[in-house]
């Protein structure tokens, strides 16, 4: 009996489902040009399927060997609702109704992304409005993790769902701030897919072949789990672009050298691997992370590590320097002002996935030099706006002022002091000391940045170090001549070597107590003196009886797996 319970729980964990389960009624599917994509498991394979789609029909064959079918819809212009009926010539069917075509947009990362609606400010007035945004639809995947890819989800926290105040308040809300600012401008349907994590790194984030571009030392015993359960069963999900805020929990516990390498790595690796079409080079958008109150370096180089992402096509950033929140009740890591970073990272969108000409970036460094024994500082001409503006910004009271800094420059053989910053036209002229040597200039290279430098459009500058010092980690090949997994393969391996030895051992002692019970014939469910089995034979008998009973009773279990 038990060998059948397991074998049905086996069949109910892989089982797939004739309409893939990131799919479903009040979804988003991506406007044209793109094709939208719709796909699923028959359980006949070779059956034929059959969708019928405005005033269309279209016919595609699960011609895999698991019954896995897939077929792309005509390109259809923003609106609807539409209703989307699939049947198969194995008598299989379902209807999609309520479906609407506009922008989709996945949104992941670690928790200032998964964390929802209730955690930002003025929450309960934001809630108020959720119903007056029909045309925004929500998904958010369970936070579920996995050793070997999926092709389904296994669990889903909010399916395809039409926003509201009591069903959907635990909605991302960084996603769906920005979801609500793309509705207000372009008046389209927006679909936000969210799949993220609290507490995750990169590398959980990324698959195999990500991982092995970058030094192999930093593979965690655990890698990929959140991409094979939370992201490779989206692979066949066309999206116009990916939202991406993460990068905490590597800058506690891995270098910003390996960061600058594995980032880009899992950006390109997702987009190789993504299926649907012209989904391959999508955007990919990411927040430059928060303050928080934690050893200054190893943030500050990872926000500077994160800008290795602009050798990749079609990418971008916003910047949240400035709006850190020590006294956050959700912890000083997650600042509430996550409508601020949904709006700023809907410019971002507008302005690069888009191509529209508004403002998304604040001054933005590319060079120094040293004159007349001043630093000055250069700016990208298009991140400077309508001009350059310092505005006051002070330390929160409630941070260490070691975790707070401005403009500072590093003096040969002593290190870094601060530094007076003025605004001379569209540079940034750092005052020396006399009598010494200067190395280096950085501006904002804090856990807390004073975030004083902005544009006149108001959005904050962006941190800088003279010369960077980051050299992305990438993977050395040493005497293989070659990179590869071999690491995490071999991680696995030993990892089921050692979980196979300890239910080996379980087994071993769950029969031995089995044969000392029936040797010693006492009953385990009922305590029995040893002087009455000894003092009355037909006491004995009864025991002896009772244990087989029992033994019985407890191996036998139902024939039904669902009512386990």
């Known amino acids: 009996h038990m060998w059948l319970v397991f074998a049905s729980l086996l069949l109910c964990v892989w089982a797939n489902n004739f309409i893939s389960n990131a799919l479903g009624s009040h979804m988003v599917l991506q406007r044209a040009p793109q094709r939208a994509n719709l796909w699923g498991w028959s359980e006949k394979p070779g059956s034929t399927i059959t969708i019928h789609f405005a005033n269309q029909t279209l016919t595609v064959l699960s011609a895999e060997a698991d019954g896995r079918w897939s077929v792309l819809l005509p390109p259809t212009e923003a609106g609807g609702p539409y209703t989307i009926t699939v049947t198969s010539s194995a008598r299989e069917g379902a209807i999609l109704e309520d479906v609407l075509f506009g922008d989709v947009f996945l949104c992941s990362g670690q928790s200032n992304m998964a964390w929802g609606i209730t955690k930002s400010n003025n929450f309960e007035a934001e809630l108020k409005k959720m119903k007056d945004y029909p045309e925004i639809r929500l998904f958010q995947a369970s936070k579920r993790s996995r050793m070997w890819p999926l092709d389904e989800l296994s669990s889903i926290d909010i399916p395809w769902m039409v926003p509201s105040a009591t069903e959907t308040y635990e909605f991302s809300a960084v996603c769906w701030y920005f979801g609500q600012a793309m509705h207000n401008h372009l008046k389209i349907p927006i679909g936000l897919f969210t799949s993220a994590v609290g507490g995750t790194t990169a590398q959980e984030w990324s698959s195999n072949e990500a991982l092995a571009t970058c030094d192999q030392q930093y593979i965690p015993w655990f890698p990929s789990l959140h991409w094979n359960a939370m992201m490779h069963p989206l692979l066949s999900l066309t999206i116009r672009d990916v939202l991406w805020y993460q990068g905490e929990s590597n800058a506690e516990h891995y270098p910003a050298d390996y960061y600058a390498c594995i980032l880009p790595a899992m950006i390109q690796d997702w987009r190789s691997k993504w299926q649907a079409d012209n989904s391959t080079d999508f955007g990919f958008y990411f927040v430059q992370l928060a303050p928080w109150i934690w050893e200054s370096d190893p943030i500050a180089l990872t926000r500077l590590a994160q800008l290795f992402t602009d050798a990749v096509p079609n990418t971008g950033f916003a910047t949240a320097i400035d709006l850190g929140d020590p006294d956050s009740p959700h912890g000083h890591i997650h600042p509430r002002f996550k409508k601020e970073i949904g709006i ?49 910004f002070e330390c929160p009271s409630l941070v260490d002022p070691i975790l707070c800094a401005e403009y500072e420059v590093e003096i040969a053989h002593h290190g870094w002091v601060s530094a007076k910053g003025t605004i001379v036209g569209n540079t940034v002229h750092v005052t020396i000391p006399e009598n010494v040597t200067v190395i280096g200039v950085r501006y904002g290279h804090a856990a807390y940045p004073i975030a004083s430098l902005q544009n006149l459009e108001g959005f904050v500058g962006v941190p800088f170090l003279f010369p960077n010092p980051i050299k992305p980690l990438l993977c050395n090949p040493g005497e293989s001549g070659r990179c590869d997994t071999v690491h995490t393969e071999q991680r696995y391996s030993l990892m089921i070597g050692v979980v196979g030895g300890v239910l080996i051992f379980v087994v071993a002692m769950l029969v031995s107590l089995v044969v000392y019970i029936c040797r010693k014939k006492v009953t385990i469910f009922e305590e029995v003196p040893l002087d009455e089995i000894h003092s009355k034979s037909d006491d004995s008998e009864e025991i002896e009886l009772s244990l087989s009973l029992s033994l019985s009773s407890s191996s036998s279990l139902p024939s039904d797996s669902s009512s386990l």
Do not use: H, Q
């Not at 996935?353 to 024994?373: C, F, H, K």
């Open 344 to 392: 700023r990272l809907s410019s971002t969108v507008r302005a690069l996935s888009y191509r529209e000409d508004v403002p998304y970036l604040g001054p933005m460094a590319t060079s120094w030099e040293i004159s007349n024994n001043t630093v000055i500082v250069r700016f990208d001409k298009d991140s400077i706006g309508s001009g350059l503006i310092s505005r006051k």
